[in-house]
């Protein structure tokens, strides 16, 4: 039984007398063969030798699919990594400390946008994995100069009471 030559029925044949989804007498249209008689769904490509295609057989690369091509790609949509082919810094190191820390509403952001850097780079998102580097650089940095005013506003807090108690206290001479 062959797929390709549906000359009398089959699944691309009209039924007798038209009807809903009639196709135009040139002899072409939806799930028709093509007249001329080089191949159809199924059939084999005329090739003589060599490859000669057809399902399960692998190209003469050697690759097919499931496996990476030999430049060591795999970035997906059909891009190409930028010239230096290694993802941006995710600042991660510094956001994790930096939440510690320093401030933990900042640099949870921080935590976040440096997470997002690996999986934008990985689907070939890498204009936004820079950005979202750059974010991750950018909250992390404002976490550092939050937590930089808070201790110093901890440690003035902590040194004006410690003057004040040492002025209340009544020296004794002796």
Not at 160 to 173: D, E, K, T, Y
Request: proline share 10%; with cysteine; charged share 5%.
């Amino acid at each position: 039984m062959s797929y390709g030559n549906q000359g009398d029925g089959g699944y691309g044949s009209q039924p007798p007398g038209g009807g809903y989804g009639q196709q135009p007498p040139s002899g072409g249209g939806y799930g028709q063969q093509p007249p001329s008689g080089g191949g159809g769904y199924g059939q084999q490509p005329p090739s003589g030798g060599g490859y000669g295609g057809g399902y399960g057989q692998q190209p003469p690369s050697g690759g097919g699919y499931g496996q990476q091509p030999p430049s060591g790609g795999g970035y997906g949509y059909g891009q190409q990594p930028p010239a230096g082919g290694n993802p941006p810094d995710n600042h991660l190191v510094a956001a994790i400390l930096t939440t510690l820390f320093c401030c933990l509403p900042l640099g949870i952001v921080s935590i976040v946008k440096s997470s997002q850097v690996n999986s934008k780079w990985q689907v070939g998102d890498f204009q936004g994995a820079a950005l979202a580097s750059e974010e991750a650089k950018t909250w992390w940095k404002r976490s550092l100069i939050a937590g930089i005013i808070w201790w110093v506003l901890v440690i003035l807090f902590y040194v004006v009471v410690f003057v004040l108690l040492a002025a209340s206290v009544p020296s004794s001479s002796y």
